[in-house]
Protein backbone atom coordinates (compact mmCIF):
# COMPACT_ATOMS: atom_id res chain seq x y z
CA UNK A 1 0.00 0.00 0.00
CA UNK A 2 1.14 3.19 -0.91
CA UNK A 3 -0.60 5.12 1.75
CA UNK A 4 -0.61 8.62 0.05
CA UNK A 5 -3.54 9.97 1.53
CA UNK A 6 -3.02 9.06 5.32
CA UNK A 7 0.88 10.31 4.60
CA UNK A 8 -0.17 13.69 3.34
CA UNK A 9 -2.71 14.08 6.46
CA UNK A 10 -0.21 13.08 9.31
CA UNK A 11 2.97 15.32 7.49
CA UNK A 12 0.61 18.61 7.91
CA UNK A 13 -0.41 17.52 11.62
CA UNK A 14 3.23 16.93 12.11
CA UNK A 15 4.18 21.10 10.49
CA UNK A 16 1.38 22.17 13.18
CA UNK A 17 3.05 20.58 15.89
CA UNK A 18 6.27 22.20 14.80
CA UNK A 19 4.52 25.63 14.58
CA UNK A 20 3.58 24.97 18.33
CA UNK A 21 6.86 23.88 19.08
CA UNK A 22 9.02 26.40 17.30
CA UNK A 23 6.88 29.53 18.74
CA UNK A 24 7.18 28.52 22.60
CA UNK A 25 10.73 27.76 22.42
CA UNK A 26 11.88 30.59 20.92
CA UNK A 27 10.14 32.65 23.21
CA UNK A 28 11.07 30.78 26.11
CA UNK A 29 14.40 31.58 24.70
CA UNK A 30 13.74 35.29 23.45
CA UNK A 31 12.18 35.68 27.37
CA UNK A 32 15.20 34.23 29.36
CA UNK A 33 18.16 36.49 27.59
CA UNK A 34 16.47 38.51 24.56
CA UNK A 35 16.51 38.49 20.49
CA UNK A 36 20.23 38.37 21.10
CA UNK A 37 20.45 35.09 22.82
CA UNK A 38 18.23 33.84 19.86
CA UNK A 39 20.52 34.88 17.67
CA UNK A 40 23.45 32.86 19.10
CA UNK A 41 21.92 29.90 18.97
CA UNK A 42 20.78 30.23 15.48
CA UNK A 43 24.64 31.30 14.42
CA UNK A 44 26.24 28.08 15.91
CA UNK A 45 23.73 26.05 14.76
CA UNK A 46 24.48 27.25 11.04
CA UNK A 47 28.25 27.13 11.57
CA UNK A 48 27.93 23.54 13.97
CA UNK A 49 25.05 22.70 10.73
CA UNK A 50 28.05 22.51 7.76
CA UNK A 51 28.78 19.52 9.08
CA UNK A 52 25.89 17.86 7.86
CA UNK A 53 26.78 18.65 4.17
CA UNK A 54 29.38 16.06 4.48
CA UNK A 55 26.79 13.37 4.62
CA UNK A 56 26.80 11.22 1.42
CA UNK A 57 23.57 11.39 0.87
CA UNK A 58 22.80 8.13 1.70
CA UNK A 59 19.19 8.64 3.56
CA UNK A 60 17.70 9.66 0.70
CA UNK A 61 19.75 7.19 -1.22
CA UNK A 62 17.93 4.23 0.49
CA UNK A 63 14.68 6.31 -0.12
CA UNK A 64 14.85 5.66 -3.56
CA UNK A 65 15.95 2.33 -3.19
CA UNK A 66 13.29 0.81 -0.96
CA UNK A 67 10.56 2.57 -2.31
CA UNK A 68 10.04 0.45 -5.43
CA UNK A 69 10.19 -3.09 -3.54
CA UNK A 70 7.95 -5.49 -1.71
CA UNK A 71 8.62 -5.52 2.25
CA UNK A 72 6.81 -9.12 2.20
CA UNK A 73 9.01 -10.30 -0.65
CA UNK A 74 12.61 -8.40 -0.25
CA UNK A 75 12.69 -8.19 3.42
CA UNK A 76 16.77 -8.82 3.06
CA UNK A 77 17.48 -6.47 0.60
CA UNK A 78 15.65 -3.89 2.52
CA UNK A 79 17.40 -4.49 5.32
CA UNK A 80 20.47 -4.17 3.74
CA UNK A 81 19.64 -0.74 2.17
CA UNK A 82 18.57 0.42 5.51
CA UNK A 83 21.93 -0.73 7.91
CA UNK A 84 24.00 0.08 4.76
CA UNK A 85 22.74 3.93 5.42
CA UNK A 86 22.57 3.97 8.92
CA UNK A 87 25.58 3.10 9.69
CA UNK A 88 27.52 4.99 7.27
CA UNK A 89 25.86 8.14 8.13
CA UNK A 90 26.24 7.42 11.87
CA UNK A 91 30.12 6.84 11.54
CA UNK A 92 30.36 10.06 9.12
CA UNK A 93 28.17 12.79 10.59
CA UNK A 94 29.99 11.81 13.94
CA UNK A 95 33.04 12.35 12.68
CA UNK A 96 32.15 15.56 10.51
CA UNK A 97 30.41 16.90 13.68
CA UNK A 98 33.59 16.81 16.01
CA UNK A 99 35.64 18.02 13.32
CA UNK A 100 33.72 20.88 12.71
CA UNK A 101 32.99 21.91 16.75
CA UNK A 102 37.00 21.42 16.88
CA UNK A 103 37.24 24.48 14.53
CA UNK A 104 34.27 26.57 15.44
CA UNK A 105 35.81 26.39 19.09
CA UNK A 106 38.76 28.05 18.01
CA UNK A 107 37.28 30.60 16.03
CA UNK A 108 34.28 31.92 17.98
CA UNK A 109 35.42 35.04 18.65
CA UNK A 110 34.65 35.63 14.90
CA UNK A 111 31.46 33.53 14.64
CA UNK A 112 29.61 35.00 17.48
CA UNK A 113 31.72 38.10 18.56
CA UNK A 114 33.85 38.47 21.71
CA UNK A 115 30.45 40.04 23.82
CA UNK A 116 28.51 36.80 23.33
CA UNK A 117 31.60 33.96 24.36
CA UNK A 118 29.92 33.56 27.75
CA UNK A 119 26.50 32.28 26.26
CA UNK A 120 28.06 30.47 22.69
CA UNK A 121 30.84 28.22 24.81
CA UNK A 122 29.16 25.44 27.17
CA UNK A 123 26.62 25.16 24.50
CA UNK A 124 29.11 23.48 22.09
CA UNK A 125 29.61 20.19 22.68
CA UNK A 126 25.42 19.64 23.58
CA UNK A 127 24.71 21.20 20.38
CA UNK A 128 27.31 18.86 18.44
CA UNK A 129 25.53 15.86 20.20
CA UNK A 130 22.43 17.03 19.13
CA UNK A 131 22.85 17.37 15.48
CA UNK A 132 24.19 13.95 15.76
CA UNK A 133 21.30 12.63 17.08
CA UNK A 134 19.48 14.52 14.98
CA UNK A 135 20.83 12.92 11.63
CA UNK A 136 20.39 9.70 12.96
CA UNK A 137 16.77 10.00 13.58
CA UNK A 138 16.29 11.29 10.07
CA UNK A 139 17.64 8.97 8.26
CA UNK A 140 15.98 6.17 10.03
CA UNK A 141 13.10 8.33 9.12
CA UNK A 142 14.01 8.26 5.46
CA UNK A 143 13.43 4.52 5.89
CA UNK A 144 9.93 4.50 7.20
CA UNK A 145 9.37 7.27 3.74
CA UNK A 146 10.66 4.31 1.36
CA UNK A 147 8.62 1.77 3.28
CA UNK A 148 5.80 3.92 2.75
CA UNK A 149 5.45 5.00 6.14
CA UNK A 150 5.37 8.22 6.08
CA UNK A 151 1.90 8.72 8.55
CA UNK A 152 4.19 6.92 11.15
CA UNK A 153 7.18 9.16 10.71
CA UNK A 154 5.06 11.79 11.27
CA UNK A 155 3.40 10.24 14.33
CA UNK A 156 7.32 9.68 15.72
CA UNK A 157 7.63 13.43 15.07
CA UNK A 158 4.46 14.76 16.10
CA UNK A 159 5.16 13.41 19.71
CA UNK A 160 8.97 14.29 19.54
CA UNK A 161 7.80 17.72 19.27
CA UNK A 162 5.79 17.71 22.33
CA UNK A 163 8.40 15.89 24.58
CA UNK A 164 11.25 18.41 23.17
CA UNK A 165 8.44 21.26 24.03
CA UNK A 166 8.29 20.13 27.54
CA UNK A 167 11.81 19.84 28.04
CA UNK A 168 12.14 23.24 26.91
CA UNK A 169 9.84 24.76 29.55
CA UNK A 170 11.77 22.72 32.01
CA UNK A 171 15.47 22.60 30.74
CA UNK A 172 15.61 26.15 29.59
CA UNK A 173 15.07 28.55 32.08
CA UNK A 174 16.97 26.28 34.10
CA UNK A 175 20.31 26.06 31.72
CA UNK A 176 19.49 28.47 29.04
CA UNK A 177 20.80 27.56 25.87
CA UNK A 178 22.18 24.26 27.46
CA UNK A 179 18.91 23.44 28.21
CA UNK A 180 17.65 24.15 24.67
CA UNK A 181 20.38 21.50 23.27
CA UNK A 182 19.44 18.75 25.53
CA UNK A 183 15.66 19.46 24.49
CA UNK A 184 16.58 18.21 21.09
CA UNK A 185 19.17 15.68 22.01
CA UNK A 186 16.30 14.00 23.91
CA UNK A 187 13.99 14.49 21.26
CA UNK A 188 16.05 13.27 18.58
CA UNK A 189 17.36 10.23 20.88
CA UNK A 190 13.94 9.03 21.62
CA UNK A 191 12.36 9.55 18.18
CA UNK A 192 15.60 7.47 16.81
CA UNK A 193 14.30 4.60 18.57
CA UNK A 194 10.54 5.05 18.03
CA UNK A 195 11.14 5.34 14.37
CA UNK A 196 13.61 2.21 14.56
CA UNK A 197 10.56 0.05 16.69
CA UNK A 198 8.92 0.98 13.29
CA UNK A 199 11.09 0.13 10.96
CA UNK A 200 11.59 -3.01 12.57
CA UNK A 201 7.72 -3.62 12.72
CA UNK A 202 7.38 -3.37 9.02
CA UNK A 203 9.88 -5.95 8.21
CA UNK A 204 8.06 -8.47 10.10
CA UNK A 205 10.30 -8.26 13.94
CA UNK A 206 12.93 -6.73 15.73
CA UNK A 207 16.46 -6.87 15.09
CA UNK A 208 19.85 -4.24 15.34
CA UNK A 209 21.00 -2.32 12.18
CA UNK A 210 23.89 -4.73 11.45
CA UNK A 211 22.97 -5.81 7.86
CA UNK A 212 25.97 -3.47 7.00
CA UNK A 213 27.18 -4.28 3.17
CA UNK A 214 29.90 -2.86 1.17
CA UNK A 215 28.35 -4.38 -1.72
CA UNK A 216 24.96 -2.13 -1.09
CA UNK A 217 26.99 0.63 -0.34
CA UNK A 218 28.80 0.70 -3.72
CA UNK A 219 25.44 0.65 -5.43
CA UNK A 220 23.70 3.26 -3.22
CA UNK A 221 26.63 5.45 -3.63
CA UNK A 222 25.97 5.79 -7.29
CA UNK A 223 23.00 7.36 -6.95
CA UNK A 224 23.36 9.34 -3.29
CA UNK A 225 26.69 11.29 -4.99
CA UNK A 226 24.17 12.89 -6.72
CA UNK A 227 21.75 13.30 -4.30
CA UNK A 228 24.69 14.62 -2.21
CA UNK A 229 25.95 17.65 -4.46
CA UNK A 230 22.47 18.56 -4.66
CA UNK A 231 21.94 18.12 -0.65
CA UNK A 232 24.90 19.86 -0.22
CA UNK A 233 24.36 23.18 -2.22
CA UNK A 234 20.55 23.13 -1.14
CA UNK A 235 21.75 22.42 2.67
CA UNK A 236 24.08 25.22 2.72
CA UNK A 237 21.55 28.44 1.62
CA UNK A 238 20.00 28.58 4.87
CA UNK A 239 23.45 28.73 6.91
CA UNK A 240 24.86 30.78 4.53
CA UNK A 241 22.25 33.45 4.49
CA UNK A 242 22.47 32.93 8.59
CA UNK A 243 26.48 33.73 8.69
CA UNK A 244 25.91 36.40 6.11
CA UNK A 245 23.25 38.62 8.41
CA UNK A 246 25.07 37.28 11.39
CA UNK A 247 28.34 38.94 10.33
CA UNK A 248 27.31 41.80 8.81
CA UNK A 249 24.10 42.37 11.25
CA UNK A 250 24.97 41.64 13.89
CA UNK A 251 23.29 38.68 16.63
CA UNK A 252 20.05 40.98 17.33
CA UNK A 253 18.99 41.40 13.53
CA UNK A 254 20.17 37.35 13.18
CA UNK A 255 17.45 36.67 16.02
CA UNK A 256 15.22 38.54 13.84
CA UNK A 257 16.14 36.77 10.72
CA UNK A 258 16.07 33.73 12.53
CA UNK A 259 12.47 33.94 13.65
CA UNK A 260 11.10 35.03 10.49
CA UNK A 261 12.91 32.49 8.66
CA UNK A 262 11.86 29.71 10.57
CA UNK A 263 8.49 31.21 10.84
CA UNK A 264 7.98 31.51 6.79
CA UNK A 265 10.15 28.15 6.46
CA UNK A 266 6.77 26.10 8.62
CA UNK A 267 4.22 27.94 6.35
CA UNK A 268 6.07 26.43 3.40
CA UNK A 269 6.75 23.30 4.78
CA UNK A 270 2.66 22.71 5.01
CA UNK A 271 3.31 22.48 0.83
CA UNK A 272 6.41 20.88 0.93
CA UNK A 273 5.66 18.49 3.42
CA UNK A 274 3.09 17.43 1.46
CA UNK A 275 4.96 16.86 -1.89
CA UNK A 276 7.69 15.10 -0.32
CA UNK A 277 5.31 12.60 1.57
CA UNK A 278 4.78 11.78 -2.60
CA UNK A 279 8.22 10.81 -3.46
CA UNK A 280 7.76 6.80 -2.10
CA UNK A 281 4.93 6.83 -4.37
CA UNK A 282 6.19 8.68 -7.25
CA UNK A 283 8.94 6.76 -7.18
CA UNK A 284 6.92 3.69 -7.71
CA UNK A 285 4.62 5.00 -9.95
CA UNK A 286 6.96 6.74 -12.74
CA UNK A 287 8.23 2.93 -13.21
CA UNK A 288 4.77 1.48 -13.11
CA UNK A 289 1.95 3.82 -14.26
CA UNK A 290 3.91 6.82 -16.01
CA UNK A 291 0.00 8.50 -16.53
CA UNK A 292 -0.73 7.70 -13.05
CA UNK A 293 2.89 9.40 -12.03
CA UNK A 294 2.19 12.31 -14.18
CA UNK A 295 -1.63 13.11 -13.02
CA UNK A 296 -0.43 12.77 -9.38
CA UNK A 297 1.85 15.69 -9.98
CA UNK A 298 -0.32 17.74 -11.63
CA UNK A 299 -3.11 16.76 -8.60
CA UNK A 300 0.07 17.91 -5.79
CA UNK A 301 0.46 20.74 -7.97
CA UNK A 302 -3.03 22.47 -8.19
CA UNK A 303 -3.67 22.06 -4.15
CA UNK A 304 -0.15 24.04 -4.01
CA UNK A 305 -1.17 27.02 -6.02
CA UNK A 306 -4.34 27.40 -4.52
CA UNK A 307 -3.25 27.75 -1.02
CA UNK A 308 0.28 29.71 -1.28
CA UNK A 309 -1.57 33.18 -1.41
CA UNK A 310 -3.93 32.32 1.51
CA UNK A 311 -1.19 31.13 3.69
CA UNK A 312 1.74 33.44 2.90
CA UNK A 313 -0.92 36.36 2.63
CA UNK A 314 -1.95 35.73 5.94
CA UNK A 315 1.10 35.38 7.59
CA UNK A 316 2.28 38.61 6.07
CA UNK A 317 -1.00 40.20 7.46
CA UNK A 318 -0.39 38.72 11.19
CA UNK A 319 3.31 39.24 11.17
CA UNK A 320 2.88 42.48 13.41
CA UNK A 321 0.94 40.07 15.99
CA UNK A 322 3.38 37.68 15.99
CA UNK A 323 5.95 39.93 16.26
CA UNK A 324 4.33 41.07 19.90
CA UNK A 325 3.58 37.58 20.92
CA UNK A 326 7.02 36.45 20.34
CA UNK A 327 9.34 39.46 21.55
CA UNK A 328 7.17 41.35 23.40
CA UNK A 329 6.81 44.19 21.27
CA UNK A 330 6.65 45.19 17.45
CA UNK A 331 9.68 44.87 15.76
CA UNK A 332 9.86 46.01 12.06
CA UNK A 333 12.24 44.77 11.04
CA UNK A 334 10.70 41.25 11.41
CA UNK A 335 7.67 42.34 9.76
CA UNK A 336 9.75 43.52 6.67
CA UNK A 337 11.70 40.15 6.83
CA UNK A 338 8.48 37.66 6.88
CA UNK A 339 7.38 39.39 3.71
CA UNK A 340 10.57 39.08 1.84
CA UNK A 341 10.45 35.47 2.49
CA UNK A 342 7.32 35.22 1.98
CA UNK A 343 7.57 35.80 -1.25
CA UNK A 344 10.61 33.33 -1.86
CA UNK A 345 9.15 30.59 0.10
CA UNK A 346 5.81 31.26 -1.75
CA UNK A 347 8.19 30.21 -5.24
CA UNK A 348 9.76 27.18 -3.44
CA UNK A 349 6.40 25.88 -2.29
CA UNK A 350 4.90 26.12 -5.68
CA UNK A 351 7.90 24.44 -7.37
CA UNK A 352 8.45 21.63 -4.99
CA UNK A 353 6.76 19.09 -6.63
CA UNK A 354 9.44 20.06 -9.22
CA UNK A 355 12.49 19.59 -6.69
CA UNK A 356 11.03 16.20 -5.48
CA UNK A 357 11.12 14.62 -8.90
CA UNK A 358 14.63 14.26 -8.92
CA UNK A 359 14.97 12.30 -5.85
CA UNK A 360 12.31 10.01 -6.91
CA UNK A 361 13.76 9.66 -10.63
CA UNK A 362 17.30 9.61 -9.40
CA UNK A 363 18.12 12.40 -11.97
CA UNK A 364 19.43 15.11 -10.15
CA UNK A 365 20.84 17.74 -12.53
CA UNK A 366 17.88 20.33 -12.56
CA UNK A 367 18.38 20.36 -8.73
CA UNK A 368 21.60 20.57 -8.73
CA UNK A 369 21.92 23.21 -11.43
CA UNK A 370 19.45 25.54 -9.85
CA UNK A 371 20.70 24.94 -6.14
CA UNK A 372 24.28 25.86 -7.40
CA UNK A 373 22.83 28.96 -9.41
CA UNK A 374 20.95 30.25 -5.94
CA UNK A 375 23.80 29.66 -4.11
CA UNK A 376 26.32 31.90 -5.96
CA UNK A 377 23.13 34.81 -6.00
CA UNK A 378 23.03 34.76 -2.29
CA UNK A 379 26.54 34.29 -1.67
CA UNK A 380 27.81 37.39 -4.43
CA UNK A 381 24.75 39.63 -3.29
CA UNK A 382 24.84 39.25 0.23
CA UNK A 383 28.26 39.84 0.88
CA UNK A 384 28.32 42.76 -1.97
CA UNK A 385 25.29 44.44 0.18
CA UNK A 386 26.86 43.49 3.55
CA UNK A 387 29.88 45.43 2.73
CA UNK A 388 27.89 48.51 1.39
CA UNK A 389 26.58 48.78 4.93
CA UNK A 390 23.03 47.00 3.59
CA UNK A 391 22.54 44.17 6.01
CA UNK A 392 19.00 44.37 5.76
CA UNK A 393 18.90 44.11 2.28
CA UNK A 394 20.48 40.68 2.38
CA UNK A 395 17.37 39.18 3.52
CA UNK A 396 15.64 40.86 -0.01
CA UNK A 397 18.66 38.88 -1.82
CA UNK A 398 17.80 35.71 0.29
CA UNK A 399 14.36 36.03 -1.25
CA UNK A 400 15.17 36.98 -4.70
CA UNK A 401 18.16 33.76 -4.46
CA UNK A 402 14.92 31.70 -3.96
CA UNK A 403 12.72 32.53 -6.73
CA UNK A 404 15.38 32.43 -9.23
CA UNK A 405 16.82 28.62 -8.69
CA UNK A 406 12.91 27.30 -8.15
CA UNK A 407 11.95 28.54 -11.32
CA UNK A 408 15.02 27.13 -12.96
CA UNK A 409 14.00 23.49 -10.93
CA UNK A 410 10.90 23.48 -12.35
CA UNK A 411 11.31 24.19 -15.75
CA UNK A 412 14.47 21.71 -16.24
CA UNK A 413 12.69 18.66 -13.90
CA UNK A 414 8.45 18.36 -15.11
CA UNK A 415 10.18 17.18 -18.57
CA UNK A 416 11.28 14.29 -16.91
CA UNK A 417 7.53 12.99 -16.35
CA UNK A 418 6.64 14.18 -19.66
CA UNK A 419 5.52 17.62 -19.29
CA UNK A 420 6.57 21.36 -19.67
CA UNK A 421 8.40 22.01 -23.52
CA UNK A 422 11.03 19.54 -25.14
CA UNK A 423 9.88 16.67 -22.32
CA UNK A 424 12.14 13.22 -22.37
CA UNK A 425 10.67 10.19 -22.65
CA UNK A 426 9.50 8.43 -19.51
CA UNK A 427 11.04 5.28 -19.97
CA UNK A 428 14.54 6.85 -20.65
CA UNK A 429 14.37 8.79 -17.66
CA UNK A 430 12.93 5.75 -15.26
CA UNK A 431 16.05 3.75 -17.18
Keep these: MLNIRRNVIFSLIEVCSSTVLTFFSYRTVVDLGGIALLGI ?12 LGDFGLGGASTRFIAPLDARVDRDRIAAYIDTAIISNFILITGLSLISAFVVSHW ?24 IATNLCMVINSSLFGLHRGFVRSTIMVGGNLIQLGCVF ?15 LIQYGLGSVAAWIAVCSALG ?10 TTLREMLGIS ?34 SAFRGVSIARNLFSNTSTSMIPAMARLIHT ?6 KLYRVTGRHVLRGTPLIFGGLVLAAPVISVLWFRSFEPSFWIFVALLSFGHATAAWCAPAYN ?18 LVLLAAGGTALG ?20 LIVRRLNEPMIGLGRGHARLAEVAA
Design 387 to 406: LLGRPNLIVAMVSAALVVQN
Design 170 to 184: WLVPRYGLVGFAMAQ
Design 289 to 294: DPPEAR
Design 205 to 214: GFRLPLAFRW
Design 225 to 258: MKLQLANILNSAFEPLSKMLVSHFGGMHMQGLYE
Design 108 to 131: LTFVVGAEHLAAARPVLPWMVAAI
Design 357 to 374: LGQATGNMRGVILSTATG
Design 41 to 52: WSTLFAWLGLSR
